[in-house]
């Protein structure tokens, strides 16, 4: 499974940093919804759902968490722990967001506004829905 992170373009000075973030720049898609993700409880698993054509991508603003994707026939797990890195999320891609740091921010950009049609919040649905299970 090929997963893609991106490594925003930091600029600062004595003063601090600054990272822009700009559609079809630094996002590959036009940005239609952004929301973000704070005081998570420990313990607690975020997302658990695929998306039938959003995309996002996931940038960890704040301390850090880590990202279980899974393709339905592969899984694998990125941790996020730069403010200044983004981690791109297809659509047809199971989606799991734990292991939160107390401090930890997670902010998502996203290709559509919110549709609860677009959600496959099943697991056995999702592998239905890529093909790998009849």
């Known amino acids: 499974m090929q997963t893609i992170k991106y490594t925003f373009q930091p600029h600062g000075d004595e003063r601090g940093q600054l990272i ?17 993700m704070y005081d998570t409880i420990e313990g ?6 695929a998306h039938k054509s959003l995309e996002q991508i996931l940038v960890c603003i704040h301390g850090s968490c880590k990202i ?7 899984k694998k797990v990125v941790a ?4 200044y890195e983004g981690l791109y999320v297809a659509n047809n891609m199971w989606r799991e967001m ?13 290709s559509e506004v919110y549709d609860e049609a677009d959600y496959i919040r099943d697991y056995d649905e999702f592998l239905k829905f890529v ?3 009849e």
């Open 44 to 49: 607690v698993v975020r997302g658990k759902h």
């Open 80 to 83: 996020l722990e730069k403010p």
């Open 131 to 133: 093909g790998v299970k």
């Open 68 to 74: 279980r994707l899974d393709n339905g026939r592969e």
């Open 20 to 36: 822009a973030l700009e559609e079809f720049n630094d996002i590959p898609f036009r940005i239609k919804r952004v929301y973000f």
């Open 98 to 110: 734990f292991d939160f740091s107390p401090d930890a921010v997670l902010m998502v950009f996203a």
